[in-house]
């Protein structure tokens, strides 16, 4: 995977169902930005699945993947969230929720079963869910007098930029977004047209 670029689902993937000895494991991906969210997509599955003794789930959040958190709800220790985690390592996914809800059917797994059961259960949610790669995008702003104007305009078509806003009311102003590894190289080349105002925005 490229420094620029990350994994993460278009949308909630579709419910899944694995079984093992009697046990349900029912499988959900969902695409998140935050811990809130995150809570969110949990309560619904315990409103949607009232009856079910654990919802184990892992997740990962940020576009450098830099914060996780795994989850056993009560099953031993570590034979749940981080199985489920080891998922999410593997597609190379973040910015996602993956929940396991598990139904007992009577029949205890053991810690090994359990590890497989919720490994397998991460593993269905994921396959069963669309992954689009996106890359991390810098933003910056540009502003210019009115006569200025064509020339912002013809860097953004040759840079193939993108303009996440656009003001032109009193005079020409822009926010411009690129893929991290070109920042600099088109931040420069717009620092370097005379008569352009630009500024790098923070994250």
């Known amino acids: 995977m490229e420094k620029d670029a990350y994994k993460t689902l278009l949308q909630p993937g579709k419910e899944t169902l694995f079984k093992e000895k009697g046990s349900k494991f029912f499988g959900y991906a ?28 892992a997740w990962q959040l940020g576009k450098n993947y830099q914060h996780f958190r795994a989850n056993d709800d009560g099953e031993p220790s570590n034979s749940a969230g981080m199985p489920i985690y080891g998922q ?61 104007m064509n020339v912002v305009m013809r860097l ?3 840079l193939d930029l993108e303009i996440k806003h656009q003001n032109l009311e009193m005079d020409c102003d822009f926010r411009l977004s690129v893929r991290k590894k070109d920042f600099a190289k088109v931040f420069d080349q717009f620092e370097k047209t005379y008569g352009l105002e630009v500024k790098a925005l923070e994250e």
């Open 156 to 158: 953004v078509k040759d």
């Open 30 to 57: 969902f695409p998140v930005t935050s811990e809130e969210e995150i809570n969110q997509c949990l309560e619904e599955l315990k409103t949607k699945h009232h009856k079910a003794r654990h919802f184990c789930y």
């Open 88 to 148: 999410l390592q593997s597609f190379e996914v973040t910015n996602c929720l993956v929940v396991s809800v598990r139904y007992f059917g009577g029949t205890k797994l053991g810690v090994g079963g359990l590890i497989s059961a919720y490994k397998t259960s991460a593993q269905l949610a994921l396959e069963a869910s669309k992954i689009v790669k996106k890359t991390i995008d810098l933003e910056f702003q540009v502003k210019c007098n009115y006569d200025m």
